[in-house]
Nanobody
Framework: QVQLVESGGGLVQAGGSLRLSCTAS????????MGWFRQAPGRERVFVAG????????SYTGSVKDRFTISRDNAKNTICLQMNSLKPEDTAVYYC?????????????????????WGQGTQVTVSS
């Protein structure tokens, strides 16, 4: 069983930056592809960014490309999401997720059903 704990959310003005972190425990971290999803009020949870087991492959949804960067440190069992040039439409609860990959380590997952473990979420609010 993998436990995920997010941190780093908060309130920021449009154009500002935030860095989210997610720390994992209870599993072999480098066996899991990791990802970030977000859910805005009244909307479905959607994919934001994903990273492969070793960190060499990343994937982003189009609206955050060139603004957000996902990274991981397997020695610290941690992933991060650096968010720059934030917009009010980025306001959401952000969730960290882990998906077990037993075969190809060079895969970044983008579908929520591919992830087995989820954090409790951290609120990001961007004011205009």
């Amino acid at each position: 069983q993998v436990q995920l704990v997010e941190s780093g959310g908060g309130l920021v003005q449009a154009g500002g930056s935030l860095r989210l972190s997610c720390t994992a425990s209870g599993g072999t971290f480098n066996r899991y592809a990791m990802g970030w999803f977000r859910q805005a009020p009244g909307r479905e949870r959607v994919f934001v960014a994903g990273i492969s087991r070793r960190g060499g492959i990343t994937s982003y949804t189009g609206s955050v490309k060139d603004r957000f960067t996902i990274s991981r440190d397997n020695a610290k069992n941690t992933i991060c999401l650096q968010m720059n040039s934030l917009k009010p439409e980025d306001t959401a609860v952000y969730y960290c997720a882990a998906g077990l990959i037993t075969t190809n380590p060079s895969v970044a997952l983008a579908m929520d059903y591919e992830y087995s473990y989820w954090g409790q979420g951290t609120q990001v609010t961007v004011s205009s």
